[in-house]
């Protein structure tokens, strides 16, 4: 499917079904992480999802947990058509690693440093100068 076709995709299932938390089958798939780390997942859930960030079911697998942030959405020629995080279950969901709208970019965060972050994220558009996360 396109990327303009999973954007929509996207934007119809948010809108029937309200704020997508994480499936519990996916708590379940992570179960063999130490529970603090589970927990964490959750409020970290609760946190970004409270700020419009969707979490994504279909990019999300056994490796990684994935959201994204509906309203940065654009037609992009390269990188992806929708700014992006990513917790990796290698890392223990310790690094939050971002890539903005129309960018192919990774942008490691540590938790804290991303919420300092996260309005200059969410406010950026594709096309925009890339904010500088220093």
């Known amino acids: 499917m396109s990327k303009r076709g999973d954007a929509k995709k996207a934007r119809r299932r948010k ?4 704020t997508r938390r994480v499936p519990d089958a996916i708590v379940a798939q992570l179960s063999a992480i130490p529970d603090g780390i589970v927990a964490d997942l959750a409020e970290f859930d609760e946190r970004i999802t409270a700020r419009d960030w969707t979490f994504d079911e279909e990019q999300s697998d056994d490796d990684y947990a994935v959201w994204f942030f509906e309203p940065s959405g ?3 020629d390269d990188g992806l058509p929708v700014t992006s995080l990513w917790l990796d279950a290698a890392e223990d969901g310790a690094i939050v690693r971002v890539v903005l709208v129309g960018t192919t970019t990774p942008h490691p965060f540590t938790h804290a440093q991303l919420f300092e972050h996260l309005e200059a994220i ?3 558009r594709n096309g925009d100068p890339v904010p500088e996360f220093g």
């Open 15 to 18: 809108r029937l079904g309200g």
């Open 74 to 76: 654009a037609q992009v």
């Open 122 to 124: 969410e406010t950026y």
